[in-house]
C-alpha cells in the first residue's frame, strides 16, 4: 500500500481483557513509532522500533503494554487486562530516517474500554 | 524531559485573515521542529520542518515557520486563512542526540469563519 496501515480502525473492548492492534508501515521505511493520543491531549511517544535494533520502549506506560515487529515490517502493539484508561486513539508513524525523518501516519485505531 | 507548548487550544479566524499559531519548546540545545496537520477523519501529515540551515522554513498549502532561538519558538503561519485549513494542529520536537522520542504538543483546533 501507499502509506501507513492500521487495523482494526476501531475496537471495543471489556475491562480486563487483551487487544492487540496492528500497523503496517510503508515498505522500506526502518523506523516504526507507536503513539497514544488520549482525548483532548497530544500524541505520547510509546514505543519505536529502528531495524533489527533492540526497541525503544521507554514510553511504555506499564507492563501491561508490549509491542513487537518483525524486521522492517509489521508490529503489533498488545495490551493486557485492559483498563478504562487505556481508552484512546494509537497512531502508528513510520520513517525512512530516524533523526528528523519525517513520519507518516497511520489512520489509528480507536480503542474503547467499556 | 522536554516539553512543547502550544498556546491557545482553539483558534478562530475569519476567511482571509492571518493565521498564528504558537509553538514554544524547552531545549537546551537547537532541537528539530515539526508542525503537523489532522484533517477531520484522516491521519497526522507533515506541514513543514526545521532541522538545520534556514531558520524561515516554508511548507505546504501555504504555510510557513520559523525557528527562534532566542525565544525558543516555532510559530505556524499563513497570510490568508481558507476554509480547508480548518483542522487540528500539532507541533512536534526532536532533540538531537537524547534518544528516539518525538514530544508532541496538546494540539490546536482552528476555525475557519466565512
Known amino acids: 500500500g501507499a502509506g501507513v496501515s492500521q487495523s482494526p480502525s476501531n475496537k471495543v473492548t471489556e475491562k480486563g481483557k487483551d487487544v492487540e492492534l496492528r500497523c503496517d508501515p510503508i515498505?522500506?521505511?526502518?523506523?516504526l513509532y507507536w503513539y497514544r493520543q488520549r482525548l483532548g491531549q497530544g500524541l505520547e511517544f510509546l514505543i519505536y522500533?529502528?531495524?533489527?535494533?533492540?526497541?525503544?520502549k521507554s514510553g511504555l506506560p506499564s507492563d501491561r503494554f508490549s509491542a513487537e515487529r518483525t524486521g522492517e515490517s509489521v508490529s503489533t502493539l498488545t495490551i493486557q487486562r485492559t483498563q478504562q484508561e487505556d481508552s484512546a486513539v494509537y497512531l502508528c508513524?513510520?520513517?525512512?530516517?530516524?533523526?528528523?525523518?519525517?513520519?507518516?501516519f497511520g489512520p489509528g485505531t480507536r480503542l474503547t474500554v467499556l | 524531559a522536554q516539553s512543547v507548548t502550544q498556546l491557545g487550544s482553539h483558534v478562530s479566524v475569519s476567511e482571509g485573515a492571518l493565521v498564528l499559531l504558537r509553538c514554544n519548546y524547552s531545549?537546551?540545545?537547537?532541537?528539530?521542529l515539526f508542525w503537523y496537520v489532522q484533517y477531520p477523519n484522516q491521519g497526522l501529515q507533515l506541514l513543514l520542518k526545521?532541522?538545520?540551515?534556514?531558520?524561515l522554513v516554508k511548507g505546504i498549502n501555504g504555510f510557513e515557520a520559523e525557528f527562534k532561538k532566542s525565544e525558543t519558538s516555532f510559530h505556524l503561519t499563513k497570510p490568508s486563512a481558507h476554509m480547508s485549513d480548518a483542522a487540528e494542529y500539532f507541533c512536534?520536537?526532536?532533540?538531537?542526540?537524547?534518544?528516539?522520542?518525538?514530544?508532541f504538543g496538546t494540539g490546536t483546533s482552528l476555525t475557519v469563519i466565512p
Open positions: 508513524a513510520s520513517s525512512l530516517a530516524p533523526v528528523a525523518g519525517t513520519q507518516y
Open positions: 515498505s522500506g521505511h526502518t523506523a
Open positions: 522500533f529502528q531495524g533489527n535494533s533492540a526497541p525503544d
Open positions: 531545549s537546551s540545545v537547537p532541537p528539530y
Open positions: 526545521y532541522t538545520t540551515g534556514a531558520t
Open positions: 512536534a520536537v526532536r532533540v538531537p542526540n537524547t534518544g528516539n522520542q518525538f514530544y
